[in-house]
C-alpha cells in the first residue's frame, strides 16, 4: 500500500477519533486542537482585553450580568453532572465582566471567560434578555465552537503535519491569533451559520435550565434585528442565521426548552 494512502487511512481514522458530540443538541463536530491550551492563551487574552477596557463593577448592571451568568453556569454544571460528563467543565474558570462599549455585543472564550457590553443592555431590556444573550454565549464555549473552528483551520493549514504531530508553537499561536483577534476590540471568533444555530437551540435550553424564561427569545432577537444597523446581508453571505429563520428554529426548540424552564420552576 502506498504511504499516501496509509496517511489517508491514518487521518481518516484520527478524524473519526476526534468528533465530539454535544451532550445538549447531540450535534457531532472535528475538535482535534488541544483544549487546555486553548483555554490558557484565552485566559490570556481575557486578561489583556480587561487590561485594555474599562470594566463596570458594583452597579446593578454589573451585578446583574455576574448573577445572570452564575445561574447559566450553574445550570449547565448541574445537567453535566447528571449525565455523567462534569470532566467537561473541569477545567473552566468562569468570569462574567460588564464592558463599557456601545457596541451591541457579548461573548464567551473558551474556558468560562464571558464579557457583556454596556451597548447591548438596552435591548435585552431585563434579565430575561441578558439570558438570552449569555445563553447564547456560554453555549459557543461549552459546545467548544472554539476547538472547532480552529481545528477546522489547522487541518485546512497543515493536512499532514497534524497526522505527524510536527505543529510549532508558533504555527498554534498563529492560529489562535486569528481566531480569537482580540486587538481588535472584537473578541469574537467568527463562527459559522451552523455553530451560531447551535447556540441559539443549547442558550434556549441552558435558560429555561436557570429558570428564565426562554419564550422571551423570539423578542429579545426581534429588538435585536431592529437596533442593528445597516442592510442585512442574504444568509447564504452570513455567518448568522437570517431573522427569520432563527426565529422560524427558535419556535421549533422551544417546547423542548419550556420544559426544561418548568422544571426549575418556572411558570408555562
Not at 457579548?106 to 464571558?114: D, E, F, L, R
Not at 467548544?144 to 510549532?168: D, K, P
Not at 453571505?237 to 417546547?255: A, C, F, G, Q, V
Request: hydrophobic content about 40%.
Amino acid at each position: 500500500m502506498k504511504i499516501k494512502q496509509l496517511l489517508g487511512i491514518g487521518a481518516v481514522a484520527m478524524l473519526a477519533v476526534a468528533c465530539t458530540t454535544n451532550p445538549i443538541t447531540g450535534r457531532s463536530s472535528l475538535q482535534i486542537a488541544d483544549n487546555s491550551q486553548i483555554m490558557t492563551m484565552s485566559a490570556q487574552e481575557y486578561k489583556t482585553t480587561l487590561g485594555k477596557s474599562k470594566v463596570i463593577t458594583g452597579t446593578a448592571d454589573a451585578k446583574r450580568v455576574v448573577n445572570v451568568g452564575t445561574r447559566i453556569k450553574a445550570a449547565a454544571e448541574k445537567y453535566y453532572a447528571s449525565i455523567g460528563r462534569s470532566a467537561d467543565l473541569a477545567n473552566y474558570n468562569w468570569e462574567f465582566n460588564l464592558l463599557q462599549s456601545n457596541e451591541l455585543n457579548a461573548w464567551c472564550m473558551p474556558g468560562g471567560k464571558v464579557a457583556v457590553y454596556t451597548g447591548i443592555l438596552p435591548v435585552t431590556k431585563n434579565d430575561n434578555g441578558l439570558a438570552v444573550v449569555m445563553g447564547h454565549e456560554v453555549s459557543h464555549a461549552l459546545a467548544g465552537h472554539g476547538n472547532e473552528r480552529i481545528s477546522q483551520a489547522m487541518v485546512a493549514q497543515y493536512g499532514g503535519q497534524i497526522l505527524g504531530g510536527t505543529i510549532s508553537n508558533a504555527q498554534w499561536a498563529s492560529i489562535f491569533e486569528k481566531a480569537y483577534p482580540i486587538g481588535s476590540q472584537v473578541a469574537l471568533l467568527k463562527y459559522g451559520r451552523n455553530q451560531e444555530s447551535e447556540a441559539d437551540k443549547m442558550g434556549l435550553y441552558l435558560m429555561g435550565m436557570a429558570g428564565y424564561d426562554p419564550r422571551e427569545a423570539i423578542p429579545f432577537w426581534n429588538r435585536m434585528e431592529a437596533a442593528s444597523t445597516g442592510a442585512r446581508q442574504p444568509e447564504f453571505l452570513s455567518t448568522h442565521p437570517n431573522p427569520e429563520t432563527r426565529i422560524s428554529d427558535i419556535n421549533k426548540d422551544l417546547p423542548k426548552a419550556l420544559e426544561y424552564y418548568k422544571a426549575a420552576g418556572g411558570k408555562i
